[in-house]
């Protein structure tokens, strides 16, 4: 892993004095490698810099999700996963966005500014009606307009998310200058921050590494199941021979040496002058990630040993914010002419 765990410079000029950054996962299964170099880490960097709320988006998983003791159990197995690696309740808040459900009465107050053809056009729904085209449920299409009020409930102005979010950021954006248009200056526009790594590829070196594609290398697999996701990786297609010199650079087993280990540059050289082949690359980079995940693996385990204590974080997470999300309820209802 690189040492620089912290985010891209933002425009501070441009924030309030003291931002609160709010970041949301969906339960939707295991964690994988892209969760955590794409955004989990900035979400571990930032809870020391700024008032940080994290959620478990377990509304939005429905739209994919529908057993719910399916459900309930990633819903846990994602907390555990973010407090193993690296979320402390005493920095930061973590909890369940159904624990704290004004979050829906103010998406449905956002979709009342929210003209139909912006969710229309938005890429993941478009996707989703290629994916799971036997249900394209109104959640789906109604889907940012959810992330919108998950950001601004807590008037967080700071996102740390992975690049696939750009889409979904901006209509938050622009739902939010609908509102503020509207009804008067009521919340910040939040803007997203990424790590230096915003868009991990799969396992395919393809496309984004993703739970729905199956490309992913999943952080607390055993190990011989991480070893098979790695062994299983594309890598340069150019480099047909073993004496063949590799293109790091477009390989994407050595662009990912870059975030286990201090040496890539060693390993990038060996590719280059074809000193090491790419199954050396793959079985060194398996062993990092494994070595990387150790700690982190061990204290998920323990978490999941101890399920209600893990409840009892996620239930005092969401007992903390809840003045703050019903102070902008109130702020919403006077705006708006409600009550
Ligand atoms: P989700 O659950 O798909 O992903 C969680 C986070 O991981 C990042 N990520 C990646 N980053 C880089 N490379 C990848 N291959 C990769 N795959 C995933 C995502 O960008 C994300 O930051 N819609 C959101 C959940 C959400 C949310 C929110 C996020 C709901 N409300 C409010 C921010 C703010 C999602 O499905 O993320």
Known sequence: ????????????????????????IQPSGAPHIGNDLGAIRNYVALQDRYEAIYCIVDYHALT?????????????????????????????????????????ELAWLFTTVTPVAWLQRTPTYKEKRQSQPEDVNHGLLTYPVLQAADIVLYKASLV???????????????????????????????RAVHTDAPVVLGTDGARK???????????????????RQVMGMVTDTQRILRSDPGRPE???????????????????????????????????????????????????LELMADPAGVDRIL????ERIRPIARATMDEVHERMGLR
Not at 84 to 100: I, K, M, N, Y
Not at 209 to 227: C, H, L, Q, W, Y
Not at 258 to 287: N, Q
């Open 64 to 104: 994919s999700t529908h057993d719910p003791d399916v459900l309930r159990t990633r819903t846990r197995e994602m907390a555990a996963a973010l407090l193993a690696l690296g979320l402390d309740p005493e920095r930061c808040t973590l909890f369940v966005q159904s624990h704290r459900p004004e979050v829906t």
């Open 315 to 318: 239930a005092e997470g969401a």
């Open 160 to 190: 740390p998310v992975g690049k696939d979010q750009a889409a979904h950021l901006e209509l938050s954006r622009e739902i939010v200058r609908a509102f503020n248009g509207r009804y008067g200056e009521t919340f910040p526009e939040p």
């Open 250 to 300: 477009v390989c994407n087993v050595c662009r990912l040496h870059r975030f286990f280990g201090d040496d890539y540059e060693e390993v990038w050289e060996g590719e280059r002058t074809a000193r090491t082949g790419c199954v050396d690359t793959k079985k060194l980079l398996a062993a990092r990630i494994i070595a990387h995940y150790a700690e982190p693996r061990e204290r998920y």
């Open 1 to 24: 892993m690189t040492t620089d765990r912290s985010p891209a410079p933002t425009a501070a000029s441009t924030l309030p004095a003291n931002p609160r950054i709010f970041s949301g």
């Open 209 to 227: 590494m993703s739970k729905s594609v199956g490309n992913t290398i999943e952080i607390f697999a055993e190990p011989d199941v991480i070893r």
